[in-house]
């Protein structure tokens, strides 16, 4: 079992041609945070390009692997630190980037974005993203909901004022 | 039978440059007749069809969009088959006899062409021997790519409104192309959905080869992004005309529904979540489509699909 701090668990969704996204992240953890040994979590279409940039030690998900067992193979890191790479836009996946940093047990969470901007967030501050994330999801659902809601009595009422259904059935 | 061959152009002027000649050659070795409905383009394409093709008589039209301007067309014929097609659209010389041949049969309400590249090579867009399943809240449509299965005539969902002949008559008792769909796209397979649920067919003839070249109409008029918006919106309204079986109807809304959720998890506003509310705007119209389903339809979303894939009724 690895000493609780001393590894950095760098998630991420990066494809090829986005290396450098996750060098710069790497590097600039490694300036600010001391060495650190780095285990990367992704998946499958990320390893070549972890590879790359000489991330070997991985966690593979998204490979039909259980979501406990990755984090079961996260947490057995005992990561001090977790480092998200922001490169994909969909907020999905910055969504699973996040709560896979908050579940993997890391005290301290960089937040690297493409441009090369890294934002330091403590555990509370990564869970209240990860909240503001579902509950702007929650909230579309409602609101999609109750246009289709809407759109449905429409509908189904003007089909029932028409008649029977198939009434020209023979 | 005579055929009215119809060239639905709004701006297409290089486009007719090869479209007409080749739909004149056809029409003339049957006695047929060629129209050009023009939806009010600004591109001189009426100067060069009379000076270049003074016998094609030219429909003028203000621009209104491509179903308004087909079913005007369509309206003014005096024929009993009406066939449609795109300024993209090169016919063959002998691409019109099957197709009448086909329409010969009381219960054929459209037969749909064999499309094919301008090299001989088979089309990735929608059009040969279409059909179609509820998924997901959304009618998919697919299409025929094996070589082999595009040999014999057959049924298919819808003919694509690029190519396609029809009898005048059903045409008009369905109302032709819905201006719900507007300003394009889904227009023919709401038309070729109808036609199943009265009770007619819609039918591929591999006899009838055109080529088509792909996108070179809208592609070229209009941004990308929004051609898949309204594609989208098209969809989402297809759905609400057409969709009578209660309980795909309760599961497509429902499918709809999430879409919401999925779509504000990726930034920028995505075509499916904009399309829902577009169409929203359009409920109204929608519902009276619906109604009118209601009443004419004689058989189920289940017996349509499955009728058109070539199950027997």
């Known amino acids: ?170 | 039978m005579k055929a009215t061959l119809i060239i639905v152009n709004y701006n297409g002027r290089r486009l007719l440059e090869r479209s007409v000649p080749a739909a004149r050659e056809a029409a003339r070795r049957g006695g047929h007749r060629v129209v050009v409905a023009d939806d009010g383009s600004t591109d001189g394409s009426v100067a060069f069809l009379q000076s270049q093709h003074p016998e094609v008589h030219v429909l003028r039209l203000r621009h209104a969009g491509f179903a308004e301007a087909s079913n005007a067309a369509v309206a003014a014929a005096d024929t009993d088959v009406v066939v449609l097609l795109n300024t993209d659209v090169i016919v063959s010389p002998d691409f019109l006899p099957p197709l009448l041949e086909d329409l010969a049969a009381p219960d054929v309400f459209a037969v749909g062409c064999k499309f094919v590249n301008p090299d001989g090579s088979l089309t990735d867009a929608l059009g040969n021997r279409t059909s179609g399943s509820w998924e997901g809240g959304l009618l998919l449509i697919h299409h025929e790519t094996n070589p082999e299965r595009l040999r014999a005539r057959c049924p298919q969902l819808y003919a694509n409104g690029g190519a396609m002949a029809c009898q005048r008559a059903k045409w008009l008792a369905l109302g032709g192309f819905q201006a719900l769909y507007r300003p394009f796209y889904w227009e023919d397979v709401d038309l070729g959905y109808r036609a199943w649920g009265r009770g007619w067919q819609v039918l591929y003839e591999p006899d009838s080869v055109v080529v088509h070249e792909q996108g070179s109409t809208i592609g070229r008029l209009y941004d990308r992004e929004w051609v898949e918006l309204m594609s989208a919106k098209n969809a989402v309204l297809f759905s609400w005309r057409n969709l009578l079986d209660p309980a795909a109807f309760r599961r497509a809304l429902c499918s709809q529904a999430r879409w919401a959720a999925d779509d504000v998890l990726i930034d920028g506003l995505p075509p499916r979540t904009r399309a829902l509310w577009a169409a929203l705007r359009q409920v109204r119209e929608a519902a009276r489509g619906r109604a009118e389903e209601a009443r004419e339809r004689t058989c189920s979303d289940a017996e349509i699909l499955f009728r058109s894939r070539g199950g027997a009724a």
């Open chain 1, 1 to 170: 079992m690895t000493r609780q701090g001393a590894t950095a668990v760098v998630l991420t969704f990066a494809r090829r041609g986005e290396q450098d996204v996750i060098r710069a992240a790497v590097d600039e953890v490694s300036r600010r945070a001391g060495a650190a040994a780095f285990v990367a979590v992704a998946t499958p279409a990320s390893l070549p390009v972890l590879a790359e940039v000489g991330l070997r030690d991985t966690v593979v998900f998204g490979d039909g692997s259980g979501v406990r067992r990755v984090l079961a193979g996260v947490r057995s890191r005992r990561p001090g630190r977790a480092v998200v790479v922001y490169s994909s836009g969909r907020m999905s996946a910055h969504l699973k980037l996040e709560f896979v940093a908050l579940a993997s047990g890391a005290r301290m969470t960089y937040r690297c974005a493409p441009g090369g901007r890294v934002e330091v967030v403590g555990r509370l501050g990564l869970a209240w993203s990860v909240a503001r994330k579902c509950l702007r999801a929650a909230g579309c659902l409602a609101a999609g909901a109750i246009v289709c809601l809407l759109a449905w009595a429409w509908l189904r009422g003007a089909q029932a004022l028409a008649g029977g259904r198939y009434a020209r059935r023979a």
